[in-house]
């Protein structure tokens, strides 16, 4: 059963430390759920929606403490992806396995996203 992954600025991060999970983002409050992704997606999604200065990180979440209330997207237009979604108010810290810090690449001259190495 394969991990799923949260990504997160390092701002966000870091106030999720304090509360001791990871409050929903607009995206989320708008559909009702926390959105999710595989570890194959992760590059993609932090290079549409964060930038360098946002320092993004994938959370690892140990996905048998979220199966119950998995559910999961195919690939769209708008989201070239696969999604999965939580419906859960939130991610708990407890959840996560691993902080993976991403590095900033140039692809083409806009900024991307890959794991670090070893990550």
Known sequence: MENLFRVVSGA???AAVGLGMLPRCPSDERSNC???NFRSDVEAVASLY????EAPVALEIRRPDIE???AFAPPTEAKPFRQATLARPNILLSWVVAVHPLDVVQCNGVAAFRFAAGA
């Not at 964060?50 to 200065?53: D, K, R, V």
Request: aromatic share 8%; hydrophobic share 45%.
């Open 50 to 53: 964060f930038s360098p200065e």
């Open 68 to 70: 119950e209330g998995l």
């Open 34 to 36: 926390v959105h999710l």
């Open 12 to 14: 966000e991060l870091a």
